[in-house]
């Protein structure tokens, strides 16, 4: 049976998603795929890291997504973007760094996970499963790969989504200022369909809107962190059938 790892690794390496609509997307929205190009200026571009790793790596579950760990952040009530809601650690890029610098960063200023060592986890690319054994013993965060970007027209930001996995038991140290609570979701659970719901929702500018979410515990997984997670979730049900 397939590791945790091993699933996510051939995850990342299928292809043809170019067109693959996410089931939380909602045509009658009429949202942009990017930005678009009538509009003034370049706009902001951020990047996220969906941070996965295991809780449990000394026994051998039946199912490996139970041992499949993945963070989400509330984001802190008093920012001026996105203000409460779920997302992924991550941020706006700083003028000359990558956008996989502008992850590693954000990531550890929010939730206070280090790569081990920032210049491997930074130039390391993964291009066979050989190369992502070896690389992984030498930095604790390993990019595995990205997936689409997502245009988010209220904030006007382009998120560019890493995926990473972390090597070893992660200890998250919470940015006071930013984070308002740091949520570690199963991967199991994310891969039940039953999660998927329609409710409403309050908008950052104060409306009620009735959208597609994904209901995790206690918390609502909408906008743009639902459809980068839509698509790391479709990703891993085409290698890891349920």
């Known amino acids: 049976m ?4 091993k699933i996510l690794f051939e995850a990342m390496q299928l292809v043809g998603f170019e067109n693959w609509r996410p089931a ?8 942009p795929q990017t930005r678009p190009d009538e509009m003034d200026g370049d706009g902001r571009v951020a990047a996220v890291m969906l941070l996965l790793y295991s809780r449990n790596i000394s026994a051998e579950p039946k199912d490996p997504a139970e041992d499949l760990k993945i963070v989400f952040t509330k984001r802190h009530p008093q920012l001026t973007n996105h203000a409460g809601q779920i997302s992924f650690p991550g941020g706006q890029q700083d003028k000359g760094e990558s956008l996989w610098q502008t992850a590693i960063r954000e990531t550890f200023e929010e939730i206070g996970v280090d790569s081990g060592n920032k210049e491997l986890a930074i130039e390391t690319k993964v291009t066979s499963a050989g190369q992502l054994e070896a690389s992984m013993m030498k930095a604790q965060i390993q990019m595995l790969g990205s997936l689409n970007s997502v245009y988010i027209p209220p904030s006007d930001f382009t998120v560019n989504p890493f995926v990473a996995w972390y090597t070893g038991q992660p200890k998250f140290i919470r940015s006071e200022h930013e984070v308002d609570e740091i949520i570690e979701a199963s991967v199991s659970d994310l891969l039940n369909p039953s999660i998927l719901k329609y409710g409403n929702i309050r908008s ?17 997984i909408w906008g743009a962190t639902a459809l980068i997670l839509g698509e790391l979730i479709e990703r891993i049900r085409r290698v890891q059938p349920i």
Not at 2 to 5: E, L
Not at 24 to 31: A, E, K, S, W
Not at 205 to 216: A, K, Q
């Open 204 to 220: 950052a500018s104060g409306m009620n809107i009735n959208v597609p979410f994904y209901e995790v515990g206690p918390h609502r």
């Open 24 to 31: 939380v997307d909602v045509p009658g929205l009429n949202r």
């Open 2 to 5: 397939n590791s945790p790892k």
